[in-house]
């Protein structure tokens, strides 16, 4: 068994304001930092043998934060960064729903059919998690792994890892510094917590509905 912790990074300079980040590359903001440092706090006490995060700095920063804690270097995983949002990325959700009215509806309603202009797809996502999470159970078996990563691929992985449609996809909820705990067997995964935000404290912010 691989006991799994999916975590999102920390508040970013673009999720305070609704900005589409995609690869894009901003940073924490001053409460991100917080979020970050008590999310270390509240991993002390979960035995974690392994940090494996996206490349990106919101993402990495979150972990070497939690890393420092617990002596821990995090590794980098290209297959865990944020979806590609092509053309919306660095755009304000509210410049994106008057530029592609449609294709945000879509994105709300049917995101397993979404393809971003110049981007990727949802489905892309799924696959590339997949086969992150198939190679995680195979070579990590009896590790506590955190997992730091963004919304997108954090919510795919649920799909994979309880195998729910895609297109429940916005079912779960991912807030920022948020962190769920999914025990990984052979052949099957069992959530046993969802989303975990009350070590945040008075720096928790509920994530933005369409990000």
Known sequence: ?????????????????????????????????????????????????????????????????????????????????????????????????????DDFRKWLESPQEVVFPEGESVIDVYKRVKDFLED????????????????????CMYCVLLNVDLSRFWSFGCDNASYSVVSLDSDRAVLTKLNITCHLGEFYVESNKAL
Do not use: C, F
């Open 1 to 101: 068994m691989v006991r799994l912790i999916i975590t999102r990074h920390a508040e970013s300079e673009w999720n305070t304001i609704g900005r589409y980040q995609g690869l894009k590359d901003p940073d924490l903001t001053e409460r991100g930092l917080k979020q970050a440092e008590l999310l270390a706090h509240e991993m002390k006490g979960e035995d974690i043998d392994l940090i494996i995060s996206s490349p990106l700095r919101r993402t990495y920063k979150t972990a070497k934060i939690v890393g420092d804690h617990l002596g821990i270097e995090p590794i980098k995983e290209d297959r865990i960064i944020e979806i590609n949002h092509g053309a919306w990325s660095g755009m304000l959700v509210e410049e994106v729903k008057e530029k592609y009215p």
């Open 136 to 155: 995680l159970k195979s070579s990590y078996s009896g590790k506590t792994v955190m997992v730091v990563s963004h919304t997108v691929p954090i919510r």
